[in-house]
């Protein structure tokens, strides 16, 4: 029996180096050519006015936000996400993009004061990129958390919500 363990950790050894074969990756659609690394800019995304850092890369755009609700308290609130090219539309690098998100998407007032909602969600995106800026407009579906008050009554359930979203980036 004391033999038998080497040779089962030799064959997960060997199993986990062969899992190395990257033909379950994404293909790299982005050339290192025609754009800018890294970009910062300003943008709208539903109720939140922000700046946002960009980085492309050659499977596709990472991005963070960081802003503030139009609301009363001016609320901060943030996003991180990733768009993946699907399909170019012509010169430089435009076309569409499907991503992924998560952060805050709305505010709420809860118990006399505004709360700012975690949830996440995917987005189609028209991306319009170039060696000197990238211009973003997306369109996606995303849920928030449940906000319930301290008396336990709900003041914002989690149900799907449309995510509407502009940004104007510049490279460094």
Sequence with gaps: MNKLYPLLAFMMLG?????????FLPEAKLTSEGY?????????????????????NPYGIAYA?????????KTPGGQVGF????????????????????????SKKVDGEDEARLGGGIDLAYVM????????????????????????????ETEPRLQISYTLSFGL
Excluded: C
């Design 65 to 73: 936000k960081a802003g503030v609700f139009l609301n009363d308290d």
């Design 15 to 23: 199993s986990i180096a062969h899992a190395n074969d990257n033909s």
């Design 129 to 156: 990129l170039s060696a000197e800026r990238i211009s973003t407009f997306s369109v996606g579906l995303g849920a928030g958390e449940k906000l319930e008050d301290k008396s336990g009554n709900v003041i914002v």
């Design 36 to 56: 800018q690394p890294w970009n910062v800019g300003a943008g709208f995304t539903q109720k939140i006015i922000h700046v946002n850092g960009e980085w492309v």
């Design 83 to 106: 768009r993946y090219p699907v399909h170019f539309t012509g010169k430089d690098k435009n076309g569409y993009y499907i991503g992924a998100y998560a952060g805050h998407i709305d």
